[in-house]
């Protein structure tokens, strides 16, 4: 469908929809990539008919509500924040609509809709579902997603513990697993990224991270020492630190529920 958008004009106020756009692209992206030539922000600006230099600032007005961030007293542009706050914080208390309205908006900016955007994501749902129990099901694959575009931006695009920056090889791994908590569900500070054989490991308790961020072993996975896979890919993590992440931190009381609930289990 072709979806045709008047260009707002020079100092019109933010809509409600231009800002959670923002607000969606400052989630996705590295703070260190947050500048006007960026390609995300310049193909976020053309569809939105602003400015990139205007979407730019907008994101660093974010940047300044970010607690995290002032943390390190990083504290982007102060001016703006006080437009920017309640669209952060109506964020952080529920992620799970505003990330899904969000991606319904920028779906409908690119000429599609929510469910032809996520059509390889969503091509499994059972056709009986309908309704509100299909609505559903869409909006939790479109957050999965979502989630790990987020996890794996907060990285660099790479797992915290090899540096494999492949994106196919990359999962976006829950400290404590969807289904067991969904206020923290969405919460980047619940995810590490991990290659594909690590996380496994993570999400099956072989392996987890102590209060450090370095890795520790299960008993049943030392039980397989001298083997050849475990000296060639376990040997050279064990007890090593993550790659600290550019702005969430996976949270020490996410790591323990971790170590007390999964590992060694």
Same mark, same amino acid.
């Given at each position: 469908?072709?979806?045709?958008?008047?260009?707002?004009?020079?100092?019109?106020?933010?809509?409600?929809?231009?800002?959670? @756009?923002?607000?969606?692209?400052?989630?996705?992206?590295?703070?260190?990539?947050?500048?006007?030539?960026?390609?995300?922000?310049?193909?976020?600006?053309?569809?939105?008919?602003?400015?990139?230099?205007?979407?730019?600032?907008?994101?660093?007005?974010?940047?300044?509500?970010?607690?995290?961030?002032?943390?390190?007293?990083?504290?982007?542009?102060?001016?703006?924040?006080?437009?920017?706050?309640?669209?952060?914080?109506?964020?952080?208390?529920?992620?799970?609509?505003?990330?899904?309205?969000?991606?319904?908006?920028?779906?409908?900016?690119?000429?599609?809709?929510?469910?032809?955007?996520?059509?390889?994501?969503?091509?499994?749902?059972?056709?009986?579902?309908?309704?509100?129990?299909?609505?559903?099901?869409?909006?939790?694959?479109?957050?999965?997603?979502?989630?790990?575009?987020?996890?794996?931006?907060?990285?660099?695009?790479?797992?915290?513990?090899?540096?494999?920056?492949?994106?196919?090889?990359?999962?976006?791994?829950?400290?404590?697993?969807?289904?067991?908590?969904?206020?923290?569900?969405?919460?980047?500070?619940?995810?590490?990224?991990?290659?594909? @054989?690590?996380?496994?490991?993570?999400?099956?308790?072989?392996?987890?991270?102590?209060?450090?961020?370095?890795?520790?072993?299960?008993?049943?996975?030392?039980?397989?020492?001298?083997?050849?896979?475990?000296?060639?890919?376990?040997?050279?993590?064990?007890?090593?630190?993550?790659?600290?992440?550019?702005?969430?931190?996976?949270?020490?009381?996410?790591?323990?529920?971790?170590?007390?609930?999964?590992?060694?289990?």
């Amino acid at each position: 469908m072709d979806i045709v958008r008047r260009k707002p004009e020079k100092g019109s106020p933010w809509t409600r929809e231009e800002m959670i @756009l923002v607000l969606n692209l400052y989630m996705k992206i590295p703070y260190g990539k947050m500048y006007k030539s960026y390609p995300a922000v310049k193909e976020l600006a053309e569809l939105m008919g602003r400015s990139p230099s205007t979407v730019a600032i907008r994101l660093s007005n974010f940047a300044s509500c970010d607690p995290i961030l002032r943390e390190r007293n990083i504290k982007g542009m102060a001016d703006g924040r006080k437009r920017c706050q309640p669209f952060w914080d109506e964020f952080f208390q529920n992620k799970d609509a505003l990330i899904y309205e969000s991606e319904r908006i920028l779906a409908e900016l690119q000429g599609m809709t929510i469910e032809s955007k996520y059509e390889k994501e969503l091509k499994d749902i059972p056709a009986h579902l309908k309704g509100e129990t299909r609505i559903r099901e869409v909006k939790t694959r479109v957050n999965q997603n979502v989630f790990r575009k987020i996890v794996l931006a907060n990285y660099d695009g790479k797992c915290a513990l090899t540096g494999i920056d492949i994106p196919e090889l990359l999962v976006a791994s829950h400290i404590i697993p969807w289904a067991d908590n969904e206020k923290e569900r969405l919460n980047p500070e619940n995810g590490i990224c991990l290659s594909s @054989l690590y996380d496994k490991s993570f999400d099956i308790g072989l392996i987890s991270f102590d209060e450090n961020l370095r890795v520790i072993f299960s008993q049943r996975l030392k039980q397989n020492v001298g083997k050849e896979y475990y000296d060639q890919y376990f040997i050279p993590i064990q007890g090593k630190g993550l790659e600290l992440p550019q702005k969430y931190l996976p949270q020490q009381k996410f790591l323990e529920w971790h170590r007390d609930s999964i590992f060694e289990k």
